[in-house]
Structure formats: structure tokens, C-alpha cells
């Protein structure tokens, strides 16, 4: 009797878990909708397949930012991937769906493959390019900053995010060309704090680069108060440059 009192707890206890389960991700795994096993909100056969498609493509200067009015700010960009199907419908469900748990995880896993292809990263604070807090508000949470704290998890780095602040709360930049995305960032950033920037290195943290003026202004925000060098790091940047209109936010 007791046994089966026993059993029937657990399967309550069970069913609970499952429909906590189901209403965090009520579709299973984002890609294949198969049931996880986890907490994690990929499986992990739809992150290898993912992963399989990292390009880690490094953005200099010149014909990489040739939408930017010199100077650059930054000393070059990586881009984890190029941007296509199976990248936007993650950068889409980070962006727009609530994808918090989606956005730390995929920065943390995208950190440990970066340590494979690149030499590591020492004495460097990742700084995540912030929201204007009233877009912020509406959205719930700054992708780009949980993006950072999983960076953070895999690189072993400090995040600081009381450096910057956006005072400019420009309108989406979707339907911009590339002089409009420019002046639409700049002079968007100023400094929340002064000091301990001098001579410091920075992963500044997008989910995506389009132009690269977003990433600029804020560098540049950064520079004028000391900081040495800066990284742009992103999930993604199209593959055909940044004269595609309407599929970044
Ligand atoms: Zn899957």
C-alpha cells in the first residue's frame, strides 16, 4: 500500500515536472521539437549540427565595415556565423520569444567552440552593447547582455555592465539603409561609469552585426574613456555584406 501511495506521488510529481516542463519550452527542442532531457533548450544533436556550421569569420577594418565613416573604433569583429535559415529562426527566438535560458545557453556553448579556433582571451571584460532601458522594459531583458553572461560562464571573464548606457532610444533599424543605421547610432552611448576603464580590453558583446555602426559607436564611447583594445563579438553577420534590408531588428 505504501508503495503504490509511493508510486502514485511520484507520478504526480512526474506530471508536474512534465507540464513545468512543456510550459517553459512547449515545443521541445527549438529546431527538431523532440522532447529533452534537460533544461537545456536545444538537443544536443541540433547543436552539433549548429555548432558544424560555426564559421567564426573575423571582420577587419576596410571592405569588411566599408558602411562605417571612418575611423573604426574597434580592432576587428567576430561573427559566429553567416546568416541563414537555421540562424535566423535562433537569433529570431532569442530576439522576440523570450528566449532568455536560449540566449545564455547558445552564448556559453558559442564561447567554448570559440576557445577552439582562437588563442585565449586574458585580462579582458566583456561588455554587452545595452538596450535604451525603455526598449529593454518592453522586451523583458537585453539578449545581448545574456549573451555576455554565458560568454562569460565558458571564457571565464568578468562582465561589466555598468559601463555603458544607451540614451538614444532609436527606432528599429529594420527598414534602414546603412547611412541611415549610422546616424541613427551616433552619439547613442554614453558612460554610466568613469572609472577602471583606462587600458583595459573589451569583448563587446551584439547578437548581431549588420554595418557595424552600432558595435563603432559604442567602441567609441568606450575609447574616449581609455579602454586599450576592443573585440566586437556576435552570433551572427550576413555573409554577403550589410546591404540587406529588413531582416535585423
Ligand atoms: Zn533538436
Request: hydrophobic share 35%.
Amino acid at each position: 500500500m505504501k508503495q503504490s501511495i509511493f508510486h502514485q506521488n511520484l507520478q504526480w510529481l512526474n506530471c508536474g515536472l512534465n507540464a513545468l516542463f512543456d510550459f517553459v519550452y512547449p515545443g521541445g527542442c527549438l529546431f527538431c521539437g523532440s522532447r529533452l532531457s534537460g533544461w537545456n533548450p536545444l538537443c544536443a544533436s541540433c547543436w552539433k549540427n549548429l555548432a558544424g556550421g560555426m564559421t567564426f569569420r573575423v571582420c577587419l577594418g576596410g571592405e569588411d565595415f566599408h558602411y562605417i565613416n571612418p575611423p573604426l573604433y574597434f580592432d576587428f569583429a567576430v561573427a559566429c556565423w553567416n546568416y541563414q535559415p537555421g540562424i535566423e529562426t535562433l537569433i529570431h527566438r532569442i530576439k522576440y520569444q523570450g528566449g532568455r535560458r536560449l540566449a545564455r545557453y547558445v552564448g556559453r556553448l558559442a564561447g567554448t567552440a570559440m576557445t577552439s579556433v582562437m588563442s585565449p582571451l586574458s585580462d579582458t571584460v566583456i561588455v554587452a552593447v545595452p538596450l535604451h532601458p525603455v526598449r529593454e522594459r518592453e522586451r523583458g531583458y537585453n539578449q545581448s547582455r545574456l549573451l555576455a553572461q554565458g560568454l562569460s560562464e565558458s571564457l571565464s571573464l568578468p562582465v561589466e555592465s555598468n559601463w555603458l548606457i544607451r540614451h538614444k532610444n532609436t527606432q528599429t533599424q529594420t527598414r534602414l539603409d546603412a547611412g541611415e543605421r549610422q546616424y541613427n547610432v551616433e552619439n547613442g552611448f554614453s558612460l554610466k561609469k568613469k572609472t577602471g576603464l583606462p587600458g583595459r580590453r573589451v569583448l563587446l558583446v551584439d547578437d548581431v552585426i549588420t554595418t557595424g555602426a552600432t558595435l563603432n559607436s559604442c567602441a567609441r564611447t568606450l575609447k574616449e574613456a581609455g579602454v586599450k583594445n576592443i573585440m566586437g563579438f556576435s552570433l551572427a553577420r550576413p555573409q554577403t555584406g550589410p546591404g540587406q534590408k529588413g531582416i535585423f531588428a
